[in-house]
């Protein structure tokens, strides 16, 4: 059930792709950063968003999926985008794109992104 159509056609072996995925669910959920985070946030998981983005070229229209947005007691924001292999420059340009769209919803709160690393997954 966690795979589309198309995906589950390139996994030629679910039980060991399926087992990937449970080491790295625990490997992130382990790490004292996102304890930490959602150890009394209100999490959200797969929240969906379109904005305007406006850049030097000019004006697109920007359409992602937040991984995790965690709501703080004091009404602040993470924004918890999860990751595996290797880290890459364009990962934390993502996180920054993702909590300006976070700011766009939530005016006058604050707002953190933070990128989380797992355990590798083989292709």
Not at 21 to 32: E, F, K, M, N, W
Not at 47 to 53: A, H
């Amino acid at each position: 059930r966690l795979l589309t159509g198309d995906e589950a056609a390139e996994v030629d072996d679910r039980a060991a792709w399926v087992a990937r995925a449970v080491q790295g669910y625990l490997a992130i959920s382990r790490r004292p950063e996102v304890r930490d985070v959602l150890g009394t946030a209100e999490a959200f998981y797969e929240v969906t968003f379109s904005m305007l983005d406006s850049t030097a070229a000019g004006v697109r229209v920007v359409r992602g999926t937040i991984d995790c947005l965690a709501r703080h007691p004091d009404g602040g924001l993470t924004v918890l985008e999860f990751k595996t292999g290797r880290p890459k420059p364009e990962h934390q340009a993502q996180a920054e794109l993702y909590r300006r769209a976070a700011e766009a919803v939530f005016p006058g709160a604050s707002v953190t992104a933070l990128v989380v690393y797992g355990a590798p997954m083989a292709e």
